[in-house]
T-cell receptor, first 115, second 116 residues
Framework: DAGVIQSPRHEVTEMGQEVTLRCKPISGHDYLFWYRQTMMRGLELLIYFNNNVPIDDSGMPEDRFSAKMPNASFSTLKIQPSEPRDSAVYFC?????????????FGAGSRLTVL | AQSVAQPEDQVNVAEGNPLTVKCTYSVSGNPYLFWYVQYPNRGLQFLLKYITGDNLVKGSYGFEAEFNKSQTSFHLKKPSALVSDSALYFCAVRDGGGGSNYKLTFGKGTLLTVNP
């Protein structure tokens, strides 16, 4: 397996633009997590899915953020409109169910810069 | 609520010396505890976990961690550090009594530097 695949790896955009980050989890994994990493706040859980259903989105900062998982092999995190404070590295991670549910496999991350 | 504290932003050790990266946690139920490592420009990688059983857990690359319930700690250790161990280390916790809650909370991270 190629692991968790995220795209784009780097995104530079201007304030107000829409940003879409994409993630392909490991085949067979039941859980998908979106995290955001910044120097100030560390690693924050934004949302996680189980079997394509959002379970906990309490970490989504505001209505500008939305996440979808239309099928078991694809998820998106959308920011509309983007703001400079959204600049961060966004990680997608997946895991299998049961005791392994927290052995996360992370993607390489998408580094977002909003000017 | 669940939380993790890593009291040291940075740890410096000489190659060949033992290393310890500290972690304390807070959960209302039984703790599920984890260590992850992050190398520059990479995602986090799983090192080891404690769910139940022996308090001393062995993981990848010669790392181990000791669960101490009375001190609510889960310190990461290695008997002999390598320069290649230099990276950012994250402790994480989940409330094991939370039923279907799979929310994993990470600490702020500790930057380990092993000097040749």
């Amino acid at each position: 397996d190629a692991g968790v695949i995220q795209s784009p790896r780097h995104e530079v955009t201007e304030m107000g633009q829409e940003v879409t980050l994409r993630c392909k989890p490991i085949s067979g994994h039941d859980y998908l997590f979106w995290y955001r990493q910044t120097m100030m706040r560390g690693l924050e859980l934004l949302i996680y899915f189980n079997n394509n259903v959002p379970i906990d989105d309490s970490g989504m900062p505001e209505d500008r953020f939305s996440a979808k998982m239309p099928n078991a092999s694809f998820s998106t995190l959308k920011i509309q409109p983007s703001e400079p404070r959204d600049s961060a590295v966004y990680f997608c991670a997946s895991s299998s169910a049961g005791a392994g549910a927290n052995v996360l496999t992370f993607g390489a991350g998408s580094r977002l810069t909003v000017l | 609520a669940q939380s993790v504290a890593q009291p040291e932003d940075q740890v410096n050790v000489a190659e060949g010396n033992p290393l310890t990266v500290k972690c304390t946690y807070s959960v209302s139920g039984n703790p599920y505890l984890f260590w992850y490592v992050q190398y520059p420009n990479r995602g986090l990688q799983f090192l080891l976990k404690y769910i139940t059983g022996d308090n001393l857990v062995k993981g990848s690359y010669g790392f181990e961690a000791e669960f101490n319930k009375s001190q609510t700690s889960f310190h990461l250790k290695k008997p002999s550090a390598l320069v290649s161990d230099s990276a950012l280390y994250f402790c994480a916790v989940r409330d094991g009594g939370g039923g279907s809650n799979y929310k994993l909370t990470f600490g702020k991270g500790t930057l380990l530097t092993v000097n040749p």
